[in-house]
């Protein structure tokens, strides 16, 4: 399909998106992810040049002193300028034009129409590089689309939606994605698969005899609250190391 107004080009694709999310959610101890749906959004963004100057005197007169411009892009979702994307834009050559027509996609539609657009442009311009209004200069006002991938699915039987750049593979919500504490069990069972190489036999009994070294003032230190935060791991490895001492003296 045709877009009236030119995109980022799609560098992630929708199965390399869903990967980053399990991913992201496997690290954060997640197990049977499940991504139900998968859809393309176009989100509508202003991209825009400034001009602006400074005044000195000179012979009793004001003239100008020198001429700054820059490239700059607004959010007509926040009315904010958005850092970082102006940047990574490419040549409008290298814009996408069209979507494949099997791809379901939505085109979401922008706050702020160009008139307002412009209007607000000026105004944040001229507060970031603090410059009155009358110095501060916007030209070539155009709206643009970044391609997003909105993941829907479950975790722990919980629904959830993430949204990933299809530029880059940024998790919008990655700071916001919950992480899930380890059963005693889990923590069991990874403490027996270390424990299976001899080598880590003795790291664990250093670590533990560091860390009770380091509780003999009688204050609670901060490994100490680490000891206590992970207690069913400690004992869990300190029963295996004993367990392993009995079968090899037996």
């Given amino acids: 399909m045709f877009l009236g107004d030119p995109s980022l080009p799609i560098a992630v694709s929708a199965d390399k998106a869903k990967e980053l999310i399990q991913t992201a959610l496997a690290s954060r101890n997640w197990k049977d992810i499940f991504v139900e749906k998968t859809k393309l959004f176009l989100v509508p963004y202003y991209f825009f040049e400034y001009h602006t100057y400074s005044e000195k005197e000179h012979n009793g007169e004001k003239i100008v002193s020198e001429v700054k411009k820059g490239v700059l892009v607004l959010d007509p979702e926040t009315s904010e300028?958005?850092?970082?994307?102006?940047?990574?834009?490419?040549?409008?050559?290298?814009?996408?034009?069209?979507?494949?027509?099997?791809?379901?996609?939505?085109?979401?539609?922008?706050?702020?129409?160009?008139?307002?657009?412009?209007?607000?442009?000026?105004?944040?311009?001229?507060?970031?590089?603090e410059k009155p209004l009358d110095k501060v200069s916007i030209l070539n006002l155009k709206k643009f689309y970044v391609p997003l991938w909105e993941m829907s699915g479950k975790i722990a039987k919980q629904d959830i939606v993430v949204h990933i750049s299809a530029v880059d593979g940024n998790i919008l919500e990655e700071d916001l994605l919950p992480y899930r504490?380890?059963?005693?069990?889990?923590?069991?069972?990874?403490?027996?698969?270390?424990?299976?190489?001899?080598?880590?036999?003795?790291?664990?009994?250093?670590?533990?005899?560091?860390?009770?070294?380091?509780?003999?003032?009688?204050?609670?230190?901060?490994?100490?609250?680490?000891?206590?935060?992970?207690?069913?791991?400690?004992?869990?490895?300190?029963?295996?190391?004993?367990?392993?001492?009995?079968?090899l003296f037996l």
């Fill in 181 to 247: 504490e380890k059963s005693a069990k889990e923590i069991t069972k990874e403490a027996l698969n270390e424990l299976k190489d001899p080598k880590t036999w003795l790291k664990y009994t250093q670590e533990l005899v560091e860390m009770a070294g380091r509780n003999r003032g009688g204050e609670r230190s901060a490994l100490m609250e680490t000891i206590m935060a992970n207690r069913y791991r400690v004992a869990s490895v300190i029963l295996v190391i004993v367990l392993i001492i009995i079968v």
């Fill in 81 to 129: 300028i958005v850092k970082g994307i102006a940047e990574s834009l490419p040549p409008e050559k290298q814009m996408m034009r069209e979507i494949p027509q099997e791809q379901e996609f939505e085109i979401k539609k922008a706050k702020l129409e160009i008139g307002g657009a412009k209007k607000i442009a000026l105004l944040k311009t001229a507060e970031m590089i």
